[in-house]
C-alpha cells in the first residue's frame, strides 16, 4: 500500500460554461487554482488529456478552457469526468498530512485491535475531514472525524487506520 495510488485525481468537470467551450471545474487541490499547475491531467481510462487554462470562478467552481474542447456541446459531453495527475507531480507531504487518495481503501480498527470497516470516502463540508466507513453490522456509513484524537495512527504500509471513536458513534 506504501505510496499509493499512481495517479490521484485533482478535479472533475462539472460542466460547459457559456457557449465557447469553457468549462465549470471543480478542484479537489488543498489551493484550488492549483489544479492547473500540475501540468495535463487526463480522465480515468487515461485515454484523453487536457492542458487547463483558469479563466475565472463560478459558483462552487473554478472556469477553465481545457485544449481541445471549442464549443458548448464538447464542454457538456465531459461532464463529470474526473481528471488525474500522475503521483511523482504532487508535492511529498509532512509526515502527519495525507492525500485522501491513500486513506481511501485502508481498513479502520479500534484501539483494541477489533476491525470498524473501511475507508471509502473522505469528505469535508468546511469543518474539517470525515472519514466514511462501511463495515459488516454497519447499517449506514460512518462519518468519522480525521483528527489526531479520533485517528491517532494511519499506517499507510500496513494498510491501516487506528481509531479511537467517540462514545456512540459505532454500534
Not at 459558483?59 to 458548448?72: E, F, P, S
Not at 492525500?99 to 470516502?121: E, K, S
Not at 462519518?143 to 491517532?152: H, N, Q, S
Given at each position: ?47 484523453r ?24 456541446t ?24 495525507f ?23 473522505v ?19 460512518v ?10 495512527t ?18
Open positions: 500500500m506504501s505510496g499509493g495510488p499512481e495517479r490521484v485525481c485533482l478535479g472533475a468537470v462539472a460542466g460547459a460554461y457559456g457557449v465557447r467551450g469553457e468549462v465549470r471545474l471543480k478542484s479537489f487541490t488543498a489551493v484550488p487554482e492549483d489544479i492547473a499547475a500540475y501540468g495535463p491531467l487526463e480522465t480515468e481510462d487515461g485515454t488529456r487536457f492542458e487547463i487554462t483558469l479563466t475565472g470562478h463560478a459558483a462552487k467552481a473554478l472556469t477553465a478552457r481545457l485544449d481541445g474542447v471549442r464549443d458548448k464538447a464542454a457538456d459531453a465531459l461532464r463529470g469526468t474526473r481528471l488525474y495527475a500522475p503521483r511523482d507531480r504532487l508535492p511529498a507531504l509532512p509526515e502527519d498530512e492525500y485522501h487518495a491513500d486513506l481511501i481503501g485502508l481498513d479502520v480498527h479500534d484501539t483494541g485491535g477489533a476491525r470498524l470497516g473501511r475507508v471509502r470516502a469528505h469535508n463540508h468546511g469543518a474539517g475531514d470525515l472519514l466514511e466507513i462501511h463495515g459488516a453490522g454497519l447499517t449506514t456509513p462519518l468519522l472525524p480525521f483528527t489526531e484524537t479520533t485517528v491517532p494511519v499506517d499507510l504500509d500496513a494498510g491501516r487506520i487506528v481509531a479511537d471513536p467517540p462514545e456512540g458513534l459505532f454500534p
